[in-house]
């Protein structure tokens, strides 16, 4: 079955396969052998991707999934042929018109602000650092607009799924 992955501005057709026991997935017709088992709790997986191994937590959300590990952190929406196809007729990639609120991916420490109420920012922009499990992620905009609150300050501890910034046009 194909599906479509984005994960910022780019976006992946990726096929899986599975044959004799084997995992197979094609990325923009790429193949490549994958085996994916979970560790250390409910969120943490191990991905094997033609022998080299990667380790990441995982978070889905109303949005898509949460990707954390030792090569940054990534917001990645995943659909299937059909779900693709309606939102390209329907139009995708319309502007919101209301406020974005970034949430918090993982429980954590707020370590740093980068933006103050009122900013102008854009998509992929910093926003703040969080701490979680002592490795610092930045946390970025969804999307162009004017930060119209910031729900934490300094040194807050937050839970997943809290607010931390709004986002308006």
């Given at each position: ?7 910022g ?12 026991g ?65 939102l ?6 319309r502007v ?28 992929g ?29 300094m ?15």
């Amino acid at each position: 079955m194909k599906y479509f992955a984005r994960c910022g501005e780019r976006e992946y057709l990726c096929e899986l396969e599975a044959k004799d026991g084997d995992v197979f997935i094609t990325v923009d017709g790429r193949r490549y052998e994958v085996d994916l088992g979970q560790i250390r709790g409910a969120a943490c997986f191990t991905l094997l991707v033609d022998g080299r191994s990667y380790e990441f937590d995982l978070h889905e959300d109303e949005d898509g999934i949460e990707l954390s590990g030792g090569a940054g952190h990534f917001h990645v929406t995943v659909e299937d042929e059909r779900t693709h196809a309606a939102l390209e007729k329907t139009g995708r990639g319309r502007v919101a018109s209301g406020p974005s609120i970034v949430k918090a991916v993982m429980p954590g420490i707020v370590r740093e602000i980068m933006v103050e109420k009122g900013a102008v920012v854009a998509k992929g922009q910093a926003l703040l650092i969080l701490e979680a499990m002592k490795m610092q992620n930045e946390i970025r905009a969804d999307r162009d607009g004017t930060v119209q609150v910031l729900h934490v300050a300094m040194e807050d501890t937050v839970d997943k799924g809290q607010r931390l910034v709004e986002i308006g046009p």
